[in-house]
């Protein structure tokens, strides 16, 4: 079946175009057409005139709808997933929070389940955040679960559903050689919930790390006598930061100075969406912790955030309006980013052979439809 989408402006890496249109066949891709032109279709969507972009990616995204992954039910999961695509979300890898190993592979039992027979945003894996992290960063993540890094614990996670991400602390002992298994494996790990220095960066580096997790929280901060992993973070040329745009986590200002000295290409937009992210104010639970949401904003009380209730495309909103850099080049950090860094590499551009996961998005960025596989899979 051939679906020809129209009159849309086209954003994807590299491109703008006003007008143009897309030809899929059945899951993929076939053409990008310029103003004007015209093709034979079974079915015709018109765009009218709104924004055309690569669904999003969210790599870390513990909840949604009153659900959290660790919930470990396939309940939450297609709740979850179905909040996810009405923000434009078309994969995203379910995360975990610091807890014991059986939740965790409850967790990685149902998501499982859920990619046998989605009814929303696609799981091509799962996030752990923790529980290897160090328990004087633990933030909003549940310190009676810390514990030393354990490949064979994550060994037997990853036989269950791929880990295709992992959050830890490289400072921790028996940190980098876990790194070093974990990345021969084909797991991305990322530092997280730590007190690393520069130094303790290196070392990670050099055994296989990938990310940093939400850059600049929960992570040592830059000093002029030791720039730690914010500091790393900046001057490194490689390695890939997840940075959470809701302008509460990192002010406007700090927003600005990411994008503008750090490369596009090292950028990966993330909600850290947690279950009262598309629910009302009010108080909540996170890893056994009671949290509140005051004005969209989650707490636990002792006052530290604790995640988010970002929709995915309002944060990509924030940026545009704070950095006036054009879309086609920030719509990197939203998908093709983190579709290269997990190896989904028919993922994050509207160009022939990639599989047609897109996102319509209005001129304030709310999400008119989500198109996964070709599909039409939600319409506001």
Same mark, same amino acid.
């Given at each position: 079946?051939?679906?020809?989408?129209?009159?849309?402006?086209?954003?994807?890496?590299?491109?703008?175009?006003?007008?143009?249109?897309?030809?899929?066949?059945?899951?993929?891709?076939?053409?990008?057409?310029?103003?004007?032109?015209?093709?034979?279709?079974?079915?015709?969507?018109?765009?009218?005139?709104?924004?055309?972009?690569? /669904?999003?990616?969210?790599?870390?995204?513990?909840?949604?709808?009153?659900?959290?992954?660790?919930?470990?039910?396939?309940?939450?999961?297609?709740?979850?997933?179905?909040?996810?695509?009405?923000?434009?979300?078309?994969?995203?890898?379910?995360?975990?929070?610091?807890? /014991?190993?059986?939740?965790?592979a409850d967790v990685c039992t149902v998501v499982k389940?859920?990619?046998?027979?989605?009814?929303?945003?696609?799981?091509? *894996?799962?996030?752990?955040?923790?529980?290897? &992290?160090?328990?004087?960063?633990?933030?909003?993540?549940?310190?009676?679960?810390?514990?030393?890094?354990?490949?064979?614990?994550?060994?037997?996670?990853?036989?269950?559903?791929?880990?295709?991400?992992?959050?830890?602390?490289?400072?921790?002992?028996?940190?980098?050689?876990?790194?070093?298994?974990?990345?021969? %494996?084909?797991?991305?790990?990322?530092?997280?919930?730590?007190?690393?220095?520069?130094?303790?960066?290196?070392?990670?580096?050099?055994?296989?790390?990938?990310?940093?997790?939400?850059?600049?929280?929960?992570?040592?901060?830059?000093?002029?006598?030791?720039?730690?992993?914010?500091?790393?973070?900046?001057?490194?040329?490689?390695?890939?930061?997840?940075?959470?745009?809701?302008? &509460?986590?990192?002010?406007?200002?700090?927003?600005?100075?990411?994008?503008?000295?750090?490369?596009?290409?090292?950028?990966?937009?993330?909600? @850290?969406?947690?279950?009262?992210?598309?629910?009302?104010?009010?108080?909540?639970?996170? *890893?056994?912790?009671?949290?509140?949401?005051?004005?969209?904003?989650?707490?636990?009380?002792? /006052?530290?955030?604790?995640?988010?209730?970002?929709?995915?495309?309002?944060?990509?909103?924030?940026?545009?309006? %704070?950095?006036?850099?054009?879309?086609?080049?920030?719509?990197?950090?939203?998908?093709?980013?983190?579709?290269?860094?997990? /190896?989904?590499?028919?993922l994050g551009k509207i160009a022939p052979g990639y599989t047609a996961d897109l996102v319509?998005? @209005?001129?304030?960025?709310?999400?008119?439809?989500? &198109?996964?596989?070709?599909?039409?899979?939600?319409?506001?």
């Amino acid at each position: 079946m051939k679906t020809l989408i129209t009159n849309a402006h086209i954003i994807s890496p590299g491109i703008d175009l006003v007008g143009g249109s897309v030809l899929i066949e059945d899951s993929k891709i076939i053409a990008v057409l310029q103003p004007g032109e015209t093709a034979e279709a079974d079915k015709t969507v018109d765009a009218g005139g709104n924004m055309l972009l690569p /669904g999003f990616i969210d790599i870390h995204s513990h909840g949604a709808g009153g659900c959290d992954t660790c919930d470990a039910t396939i309940e939450s999961i297609r709740t979850i997933a179905d909040c996810k695509m009405k923000e434009g979300v078309t994969t995203w890898l379910p995360t975990t929070l610091t807890l /014991g190993t059986k939740t965790l592979a409850d967790v990685c039992t149902v998501v499982k389940e859920y990619s046998d027979s989605p009814n929303g945003s696609k799981t091509p *894996g799962v996030h752990l955040e923790g529980p290897y &992290i160090n328990p004087k960063q633990c933030g909003a993540q549940n310190p009676a679960f810390v514990r030393p890094a354990d490949f064979e614990e994550v060994s037997m996670l990853n036989d269950i559903y791929p880990v295709l991400n992992i959050t830890l602390a490289p400072e921790m002992p028996g940190a980098i050689e876990f790194i070093n298994k974990a990345t021969a %494996i084909g797991i991305t790990c990322s530092a997280g919930h730590s007190a690393a220095s520069h130094a303790d960066f290196a070392k990670a580096k050099a055994a296989g790390l990938k990310h940093l997790t939400h850059f600049c929280n929960q992570m040592s901060a830059q000093h002029h006598r030791e720039i730690g992993l914010v500091g790393s973070g900046m001057l490194d040329k490689d390695v890939k930061i997840e940075i959470i745009c809701d302008t &509460i986590h990192l002010c406007a200002d700090m927003l600005n100075l990411t994008f503008t000295n750090k490369s596009i290409d090292q950028m990966m937009m993330i909600t @850290d969406s947690l279950a009262c992210s598309w629910m009302p104010d009010g108080p909540g639970q996170l *890893g056994g912790l009671p949290i509140i949401v005051k004005d969209g904003v989650a707490r636990l009380e002792s /006052g530290n955030l604790a995640g988010s209730t970002l929709r995915f495309a309002h944060g990509l909103r924030n940026v545009h309006r %704070i950095t006036g850099k054009p879309l086609s080049e920030l719509v990197k950090a939203t998908s093709w980013n983190q579709a290269q860094s997990l /190896g989904l590499h028919d993922l994050g551009k509207i160009a022939p052979g990639y599989t047609a996961d897109l996102v319509l998005l @209005d001129a304030d960025y709310n999400t008119l439809k989500t &198109i996964i596989d070709g599909v039409v899979k939600y319409e506001a």
